[in-house]
């Protein structure tokens, strides 16, 4: 069974907004060993949070600043009518890399991290230089 291009940039961009909760499941466990005062005060309690929890939150909030530039770039090459292995790679890869930046934050391996932020951003910018050359053709 084959999957479009246009059809795999819509999937990815479903899966990119999982990806952006994927982290929290990791905050989610570590306010719940904290009790009532974890879910009186979310925000407040960050702070006090145990360090991979605390990594989890800022992977977390990169990952929803992350999915706006991809849900763009994606949105871009889907309405332009890209259709090439490229764009298709690129959303693929888009999602690898953030998964795996997620669990190099939790994880504290920073160098891991940055490696997987720039492959992600590279993905972006390849879906959006697609959709450039595809509407100058």
Sequence with gaps: MSISVSALLL????????LIYFPF???????FQGGMEYLETPRAMVDRL?????RATWAHQNS???????A?????????????RVAAGAALVFL???GLYSIFY?????????????IGSLCNLTLFA???LQVNV
């Design 11 to 18: 999937y990815a961009i479903a899966g990119a907004a999982f």
């Design 25 to 31: 499941f990791w905050v989610a466990y570590a306010r």
């Design 50 to 54: 145990p360090d991979y929890a605390k």
């Design 64 to 70: 929803i600043e992350a999915f706006m530039i991809f």
């Design 72 to 84: 763009a770039a994606a949105g871009m090459a889907y309405a332009t009518g890209v259709d090439s």
């Design 96 to 98: 690898i890399a953030r």
């Design 106 to 118: 939790i994880l504290n391996l920073p160098l891991g991290r940055s490696l997987m932020f720039g």
């Design 130 to 132: 697609l959709s450039f």
